[in-house]
């Protein structure tokens, strides 16, 4: 919690508004892409409809590119920091994995 806290500080009080806004826009549309791709995956277990939860997948994954590309030109600031912390969660998970035993997932 105070992690959150203090980099919610730092980014309130150092980051302009547009990169803060891009970073939520872009966040929660990356969440929506794998939220509706794991609806598909699990269709029949969740009673889904296939077709609507990979358009969802497909729909916001394609309104994310469109965005960090738009904002590409306008605030190169913005994508770093909205990119940033998914590269970042990547890579750890990447450490994990690689430094996890090999019988711990086993387990799951």
Same mark, same amino acid.
């Given at each position: 919690? +105070? =992690?959150t806290v203090i +980099?919610?500080?730092f980014i309130a009080n150092f980051l302009d508004l547009e990169s803060? /806004?891009? /970073?939520?826009s872009s966040g929660f549309l990356l969440i929506f892409s794998v939220v509706?791709? &794991? @609806?598909? !995956?699990? @269709?029949?277990k969740v009673n889904a409809s296939k077709i609507i939860t990979m358009a969802g997948t497909l729909l916001c994954a @394609?309104?994310? +590119? &469109? +965005?960090?590309v738009q904002q590409l030109r306008d605030n190169t600031k913005g994508i770093v920091i909205s990119l940033g912390p =998914?590269?970042?969660?990547? &890579?750890i998970e990447y =450490?994990?994995?690689?430094? !996890?035993?090999p019988d711990q997932h086993k387990k799951s």
């Open positions: 919690m +105070l =992690i +980099l919610t500080f803060i /806004s891009t /970073s939520g509706n791709y &794991v @609806a598909f !995956r699990k @269709a029949k @394609a309104a994310f +590119l &469109v +965005l960090i =998914i590269v970042v969660c990547f &890579v =450490i994990y994995k690689t430094i !996890r035993k």
